[in-house]
């Protein structure tokens, strides 16, 4: 009877490490999951520092077709990733306004960049009129320009240089920032 009851502790035993093992596992993989997708969410757009902007088309308020080329900056070109349900978005636009008069005289173009979706595509242009936006609005309706340019959220904001170079790619938006995006549009100008 006492070897009987030394095996079931045994086992017993057993069974609690090996559950322990596998809950602990489990925990790791889970937390190595998360780490990756932040990895990826963090570093992804990093990579797209230095590469290549290429040309897209996408339709304007007025419904005409216009493409990246025609409408890019001579020095600079800023595109805003936005949407008209984003709370920051709608405090951060009036920032861009501020500097894309600031700016156009030096050659720099500020690109409004709707990622509203059909259901929202009335919604644009009186959302545009009312925060009093005066630089070329695009409408990405089916989210390619988005995707082409890896923004996963929105305020998106992209500075490509005149060599089409994306020097710049800010993700979100909180009050301030847009004096860091200010001088860092003054640096690049400098060049």
């Not at 609690?16 to 937390?31: A, P």
């Not at 339709?59 to 070109?77: D, I, M």
């Not at 709370?87 to 501020?98: D, G, L, M, R, W």
Request: charged content about 25%; hydrophobic content about 40%; glycine content about 4%.
């Amino acid at each position: 009877m006492g070897t009987s009851l030394v095996v079931k502790m045994l086992s017993f035993c057993d069974n609690i490490i090996h559950n322990s093992v596998h809950t602990c596992l489990r925990k790791k993989q889970s937390t190595m999951k998360k780490l990756l997708s932040l990895f990826v969410i963090i570093l992804l757009p990093m990579g797209l520092v230095a590469q290549k902007a290429h040309n897209f088309k996408l339709k304007n308020l007025n419904n005409q077709t216009v493409s990246y080329v025609e409408l890019k900056g001579n020095k600079l070109t800023v595109m805003d990733f936005w949407a008209t349900w984003c709370k920051p978005c709608v405090k951060s636009i009036p920032k861009f306004i501020e500097m894309n008069d600031e700016f156009e005289s030096e050659g720099v173009q500020f690109l409004g960049i709707s990622i509203d979706g059909p259901r929202n595509l009335s919604k644009v242009k009186p959302f545009a009129k009312s925060l009093g936006i005066n630089y070329p609005i695009l409408l990405d309706m089916d989210n390619n320009v988005m995707t082409r340019f890896r923004v996963q959220a929105v305020p998106t904001l992209l500075i490509i240089n005149s060599d089409d170079k994306i020097v710049l790619f800010h993700e979100g938006y909180k009050p301030g920032e847009e004096k860091l995006i200010r001088k860092e549009i003054l640096k690049l100008l400098e060049k």
